[in-house]
């Protein structure tokens, strides 16, 4: 018998505090660092606001290094994304530190942030969805990521990482947007011993 997690906004939170907690209570030994890049391994982000789209050919230039995307082809949304521990040091606008870029519904996203973009395929979820009268549903849940491919700063810690959701979508059918709230926590490859 298959269980059912039932996830509500209270639970999101708390998975995103301990989530930071874990982040913020590493061990020096266990927490990697890339002193002259200024980056620091694991790292957390959060996706926060309204997705809107990418037009053909509006994607960034040199499609930020990347080969498996095409951030150009009219099928992207993109969303701020804001530092919340390690990893990025660099803000930009009003705070936030890059870009995420999706497909919504489709298997492989993109990070834009200082130094370096990533893009990672999701390989597992718990989620729970709930449907609307007025056609709106509000998805929530965790997200399991593996990156498979980084450039900048990131390409020698990320390739082969992973990536660890706790994430809020909503639909509003009245406005006819996404409107995300996840925290991603970003961690290198694991080493067998």
């Known amino acids: 018998m298959k269980t059912i997690k039932k996830f509500t906004f209270v639970t999101m939170v708390a998975l995103a ?85 999706a497909r919504i519904g489709r298997g492989i996203v993109a990070y834009d942030l200082p130094r370096g973009a990533f893009t990672a395929t999701f390989t597992g979820a718990d989620v729970e969805r709930r449907n609307d009268p007025d056609g709106s549903w509000t998805q929530e849940g965790t997200f399991r990521l593996v990156i498979v491919e980084a450039t900048g700063v990131y390409q020698q810690p990320l390739a082969g990482g992973h990536i660890h959701m706790v994430d809020v979508l909503k639909w509003r059918a009245g406005e006819q947007n996404f409107l995300e709230y996840c925290f991603c926590h970003v961690h290198r490859k694991l080493v067998q011993p």
């Open 17 to 101: 505090a301990m989530l930071l907690l874990q982040t913020s209570i590493t061990q020096a030994g266990d927490r990697d660092s890339d002193d002259d890049q200024g980056i620091d391994i694991p790292f957390a982000v959060l996706l926060d606001g309204i997705f809107k789209p990418v037009p053909v050919g509006g994607g960034p230039k040199d499609n930020l290094g990347l080969t498996q995307v095409d951030l150009s082809d009219g099928t992207w949304s993109k969303v701020k994304m804001y530092p919340v521990s390690g990893g990025p040091g660099d803000e930009g606008e009003n705070g936030a530190a890059g870009t995420f870029y």
